[in-house]
């Protein structure tokens, strides 16, 4: 039989924080004790109850300011490590990706993609075809449904469950390196110590400066996935992610999309990629305007009109997606003196360490790849750190999909990447008429790509244009981060008719002729 004996009361740090500890022992050593001595430590706090000592961890605290999937990720992971957590957020709970990004905008394309097959599809002859009629009102109600319950289940039921993790809704600011100042809804402000801090407030869409701009009712992302209408016209400036992929989304939603690109579409990757996404774009009816800027913008009679070099471009709605900006204004950085990049970014080192001690940075308000799973691996190994581990994140294998159709995904290096880090390499491009399952799709849209290291055939780096590239690249992922030559991958047993089959195709493109080969010849 056991008695459970609690003490609460105060460790004594600089914070002043209370902490309650359970401990069982045996029933008849428990009774009529109490605690004798409390000792501090860091990170323990050492409980000896009549000459029976137990080590309670907890009394570390760390603030964390933001609620999206890298703070939860660090919550989590903080209090598993005995940490108490505050949370501050002064929005809506859950951050960027469930609420207003990657949840609710590839429901939105799963469903573009259903109204498009319905519509038109390699198997016309044999299956009818007819455009399907779209109501958006009931596809957004549907996608806030998910977002809601996702939200809930994710997130909010994490709060209720994790007593250890209190969450504040209010503005923090620094005051200084261990200290925040938290304004609340009805203005008041309190102080808050803490031992560690993270910053994961994210990312908001950047704003591009041209001229009529400002004023007028632009859509962001948040504005485009929360739009009850289809527009009939629909203008895009960007060629980042999510102007590619909702310029697509739209367009076969029924909106009629123009999309203006400064350079080419995805210019800082391996150009076969944009070529073949302007390509697919141009013959679904989008179009694309390469090298081409917007040089001013009026919004007249609920109408905008854009000028550029090909003259004036109207449309019933502009959506603007030239990237995103670290939310880091308004936190008072300098205060901490935690350093920014030229971005506003958080310069973070693979340990996610700020410049100043105690404070630590995850996700897109950082300097490192705006991608949701980046962010929570890097809120994981920040609590990790802060709580007195080592952990560190890895990024040279992090794969990466644009989810249009046909998808694009990457990981590692492209050539050119490789050719400017000075490694010399050699490639082979497979197109997809080369793949059984693209064959039996009659779908041969789009290429593999393998980059390896000459000398050693290590792979180090695959680039990827097809239906569900995003399901094929975590294979290229792991035969990266494992330093497989090409020879290995094209000696693997590959499941036949399925896409990542191309994978050990475009490897054996290293040595032979895939084309003077039998189905499934290993």
């Known amino acids: 039989m056991t008695h459970l ?9 600089k914070t002043g924080a209370a902490a309650r500890m359970s401990v069982n022992f045996p029933q008849s050593t428990a009774d009529g004790l109490g605690p004798q001595r409390i000792e501090r ?51 809506t709970l859950g951050g960027t990706c469930v609420n207003v990004g990657c949840v609710p905008s590839k429901i939105m394309i799963q469903a573009a ?90 990312a908001r869409p950047a704003i591009p400066p041209i001229p009529g701009l400002e004023g007028t009712p632009y859509w962001t992302s948040t504005e485009a996935l929360a739009s009850a209408t289809i527009p009939a016209r629909l203008a895009v400036i960007g060629s980042s992610v999510v102007a590619v992929e909702l310029a697509q989304a739209f367009a076969r939603l029924g909106s009629r999309v123009t999309l203006l690109a400064r350079s080419t579409l995805f210019f800082r990757e391996d150009p076969a990629i944009g070529e ?67 971005r506003g970014a958080v310069v973070v080192d693979d340990q996610l360490r700020t410049s100043t ?10 300097n490192q790849p705006q991608f949701v799973y980046v962010a929570a691996a890097a809120g994981t190994r920040a609590a990790i750190n802060m709580t007195g581990g080592v952990a560190a994140l890895d990024l040279r294998a992090m794969p990466a999909v644009v989810f249009t159709d046909p998808q694009v995904a990457t990981v590692g290096l492209s050539e050119a990447a490789a050719k400017l880090e000075g490694i010399e390499v050699e490639s082979r ?27 050693s ?43 990542v089959e191309g994978l050990k195709l475009a490897a054996q493109t290293f040595t032979r002729d895939v084309k003077q080969l039998s189905c499934c010849a290993g």
């Not at 001690?357 to 950082?366: L, M, Q, R, S």
Request: charged share 25%; glycine share 10%.
């Open 457 to 499: 055939n290590r792979l180090i780096g695959v680039q990827a244009v097809t239906s569900q590239a995003g399901e094929l690249i975590q294979s290229a992922a792991l035969a990266v981060h494992h330093r497989m030559t090409v020879d290995e991958l094209a000696d693997r047993l590959f499941p036949y008719l399925t896409m």
């Open 113 to 202: 993609h259903v109204a498009h097959l319905r519509s038109s599809s390699p198997f016309d002859d044999g299956i009818s075809a007819q455009a399907p009629a779209i109501n958006r009102k009931k596809l957004f109600a549907q996608q806030q449904a998910r977002v809601d319950e996702l939200r809930q289940s994710k997130y909010q039921s994490i709060l209720e469950s994790h007593e250890a993790i209190e969450w504040v809704r209010g503005q923090a600011r620094f005051v200084d390196g261990h200290t925040l100042a938290i304004a609340g809804e009805s203005g008041a402000e309190r102080r808050l110590g803490f031992d560690r801090c993270l910053i994961a407030t994210g």
């Open 276 to 342: 073949t996404l302007a390509r697919v774009f141009r013959d679904e009816g989008i179009e694309v305007l390469e090298y081409t800027e917007a040089q001013r913008i009026e919004y007249i009679e609920e109408e905008f009109r854009l000028s550029s070099k090909h003259g004036e471009l109207r449309a019933d709605r502009l959506l603007i997606a030239t990237g995103r900006t670290p939310n880091t204004r308004g936190l008072g950085l300098d205060m901490a003196a935690v350093e920014i990049d030229q």
């Open 41 to 91: 430590g860091e990170y323990v706090t050492k409980l000896t109850i009549s000459g029976m000592t137990c080590h309670v961890r907890g009394g570390l605290h760390i603030a964390i300011i933001g609620s999206g999937s890298g703070a939860f990720a660090a919550a989590i992971r903080a209090v598993e490590e005995g940490a108490r957590v505050t949370m501050i957020e002064r929005g």
């Open 429 to 455: 491009l497979l197109t997809l008429d080369n793949v059984p399952r693209a064959l039996a799709n009659f779908d041969t849209r789009g290429f593999i790509k393998l980059v390896a290291e000459v000398g």
């Open 5 to 13: 004996l609690q003490w609460i009361g105060r460790l004594g740090d």
């Open 357 to 366: 001690p105690a404070i630590y940075a995850a996700g897109d308000c950082t």
